[in-house]
């Protein structure tokens, strides 16, 4: 028998309805009618559903989605400037904006390594951000890496209108190293099997930091400031070699300072470089594949955990437990 089926009704607000032959149960029973039935509930849906976009979200998400990226690089250049304004351009302004070439100063270039390890992590963060709002993977690149420069070539031109510091050719080019070591990561993945990761633990000067003027923070304590290229061995060797390589284990080497401020007066003195080589313990390799527990582990690996390390200079010296 024949039963009147009513899909409800067109986007102009007409009922659609169809004669269709169905079983007992009201199911179409012949394949002209099933393809009827697609059809017709097809169109209804398209009324109702949102288009999706190449990324797979609704175009509502995606525009929230960027809305709220613009919204976290606004506010933290904001953030970043209010710390920067408190904490560098609070001296003496200078005549007028200057540049100077500041290698090798007492600190021995150790804020060179800090530099490029802003710019790689800010290039870095700046891609996931960008592409979480999909945009594509080479415009998310490009994005990042351009934002990653800007705002730190924004810190050099203040700092060219401060006597105490100057805008740094030799800065800008630790920026630029640490943002391109990012986008080589991204563009290159097998890259990755080396990447700078950082420890530190306060130095003798920094713990008396109150005991003598001056401004030493955690961001000027260099000597406890240690900056690591970590390689991943076990992704850098041949099949038949990965069984005699613990998969946990990676290699570091490091570039520190010896003590640039007396932790007795806070005089200035000349550091030493500190080069040091250890086995690192890396954090991707935990167990766990749970979304949140893999994020963490991924921004764990790019803190160097104390494990024993040989000093190579300025003296030749095995170390038990380096933080």
Known sequence: MAAVVFFGEAASGSPISAQIPTDSAGVPVDTVSRVVVDSVLMARVDTVVEPQTNCGLAKSEVALRRAGVAAVF?????????????????????????????????FRDQDKFGHAFGGYHLARFGNSFIRSACVSKTKAIAWSAAYAAVFQLQIEMWDGLYKKYGFSYADLLANTAGTALAVLHETNPRTRAIKPTISYARSAAMRNADKFPGELRPSLDYTGQTYWLSAD?????????????????????????????????????????????????????????????????????????????????PDLELIGWYK
């Open 74 to 106: 606004v506010g933290g250049n904001a953030a970043l400037y209010s710390y920067f304004k408190q904490a560098w351009w609070s001296g003496e302004k200078a005549d007028h904006f200057f540049f100077q070439s500041d290698w090798d100063q007492n």
């Open 233 to 313: 061995i076990d992704a850098m060797l041949p099949p038949e070699s990965k069984p005699f390589w613990p998969g946990f284990l990676r290699v570091s080497v490091g570039h520190s300072i010896t003590d640039w401020i007396d932790p007795r007066t806070g005089a200035s003195l000349r550091a030493k470089r500190r080069i040091l080589l250890t086995l690192d313990f890396d954090a991707e390799k935990l167990p766990g594949e749970n979304r949140i527990w893999k994020t963490f582990k991924r921004q764990l690996s790019y803190i160097h955990l104390p494990s024993p390390a040989l000093q190579i200079t």
